[in-house]
């Protein structure tokens, strides 16, 4: 079974990444003993999963993949962003992005949304991108607590109910993190 490093510490993404990528034996950061805070500073999502890659892989010299995300808007010209994160201010903090948002969209009529994901694979020292999207709309309020983040504002195309209410395995199905590691598996299946 092919080792691969997922450089990430979020349970949830763990748990997500395992189900899909059942032919290889996954390790997290802290199974590696990586203990550094990586931060995200740039303005693409490639530049930010790339560092954080990198700073994996000079680290334990495995291949390694790392995924950066967001939520982006066309009618707040892309926001949040590479901000998803800590778009309502710091300390981070899923509720005040929420109420930003919201505010941001008072008197917008287009809510319409979607989430990205890049993928940024160190395979046997190269370097490989891959990127996922799920589209949808905000809604007016949030409801449902299932998944994190903006998921209880998402209501992904062809549906009526929030990332919050549907169940996580839809989410899975349709989402851009989702997406992205299929696309990686794609290319990985090629390789072993
Ligand atoms: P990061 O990739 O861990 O830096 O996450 C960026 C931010 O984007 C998260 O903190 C969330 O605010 C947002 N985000 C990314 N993916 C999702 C998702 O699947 N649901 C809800 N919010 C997400």
Not at 24 to 32: G, N, V
Not at 48 to 60: D, E, L, P
Not at 119 to 136: A, P, Q, S, T
Request: glycine share 10%; aromatic share 10%.
């Amino acid at each position: 079974m092919h080792t691969l490093v997922a450089a990430t510490r979020n349970q949830g993404k763990i748990r997500e990444i395992k189900s899909l990528l059942p032919d290889f034996e996954l390790l997290s950061l802290d199974d590696i003993g990586f203990l550094e805070e990586t931060p995200e500073p740039y303005d693409t999502f490639e530049e930010n999963a790339h560092t954080k890659a990198r700073a994996v892989y000079n680290f334990c010299g495995k291949d390694v993949f790392s995924e950066d995300s967001g939520l982006c808007l066309p009618a707040l010209q892309g926001a949040p962003g590479v901000h998803s994160a800590y778009y309502g201010g710091l300390p981070r903090s899923d509720a005040k992005n929420n109420e930003k948002l919201l505010n941001d969209l008072i008197g917008i009529e287009d809510r319409s949304a979607y989430y990205k994901a890049i993928v940024c694979l160190i395979w046997k020292g190269e370097v490989h991108y891959f990127e996922g999207r799920c589209y949808g709309k905000i809604a007016e309020k949030p409801s449902g607590s299932n998944g994190f983040g903006y998921d209880p504002l998402f209501i992904p195309d062809g549906y009526t109910q929030s990332f919050g209410e549907l169940p996580i395995s839809e989410k899975q199905k349709l989402s851009h993190r989702g997406n992205a590691i299929r696309a990686m598996l794609d290319f990985l299946h090629k390789q072993v």
